[in-house]
Every structure is written in structure tokens, then in C-alpha cells.
């Protein structure tokens, strides 16, 4: 079981930036990869950025360019820097975590066992 939990949601303006967190514990070793998903009122769940146990990095066409996802292997900890924010980035921010990705299935919602409980993302104009 992996356990996660992020932090760091909140109000932001327009342009503005936000930096999220989500904190890994249990086996932590069995995740092939970390993601973050987010839910946009009205719209289905979006894939937003991934890395997998190499370090390489996936990003979602709405967020390219304006977010990374850096991450603390020593604090079992991955990040998502969002820059350039945009009102349309409202939303609720989920973290998981996948045992077992392809290059073909890191960005699917469906591949990640363990998610977070979501912390609230809010964009003003």
C-alpha cells in the first residue's frame, strides 16, 4: 500500500504561481510512477504530469510549458510547480501513484492504484 497526501492548494491570481505537494509513505518502493490528475468542474478527470522511476517526465497539452514536476527522492515527495496560472487551472488537484506504467499508459487515470485525497486549486481573474 502507498499512502498519499498533498498539500499546498489555495487561492491564487491570474499569472500567478502555485507550488503542490504530495507526500508518499508506505511502499514507497513499488511506485513506478507519480502523477497528478486534476478535476475541472463540468469536465472529466485530467491528466496533468507524470514521472516515472527514471526521472523522465510526461505533461498534459493544457499545462505544457507553465508546469513541472520535480521531485525529493529523499522525502518521497513530488511536486507540482505551476507557473503562468490561468483561471481555467481551477481545479481539484489529485496525486497518485502507479505500480506498474508504460510510455503508452503513464497519462491514463486508470493506471494509478493509490490517490491522494485532492487539494483545492482556485485562479482568480
Known amino acids: 500500500q502507498v499512502q498519499l497526501v498533498e498539500s499546498g492548494g489555495g487561492l491564487a491570481q491570474a499569472g500567478g504561481s502555485l507550488r503542490l505537494s504530495c507526500a508518499a509513505s508506505g511502499r514507497t518502493g513499488s511506485a513506478d510512477a507519480m502523477g497528478w490528475f486534476r478535476q475541472i468542474p463540468g469536465k472529466e478527470r485530467e491528466f496533468v504530469a507524470a514521472?516515472?522511476?527514471?526521472?523522465?517526465?510526461y505533461y498534459g497539452d493544457a499545462v505544457k510549458g507553465r508546469i513541472t514536476i520535480p521531485r525529493d527522492n529523499a522525502k518521497n515527495t513530488v511536486y507540482l510547480q505551476m507557473n503562468s496560472l490561468k483561471p481555467e487551472d481551477t481545479g481539484v488537484y489529485y496525486c497518485?501513484?502507479?505500480?506498474?506504467?508504460?510510455?503508452?499508459?503513464?497519462?491514463?487515470?486508470?493506471?494509478?492504484?493509490?490517490w491522494g485525497q485532492g487539494t483545492q486549486v482556485t485562479v482568480s481573474s
Open positions: 514521472i516515472n522511476w527514471a526521472g523522465t517526465t
Open positions: 497518485a501513484a502507479a505500480n506498474a506504467v508504460t510510455i503508452a499508459t503513464i497519462q491514463q487515470g486508470t493506471t494509478y492504484g493509490y
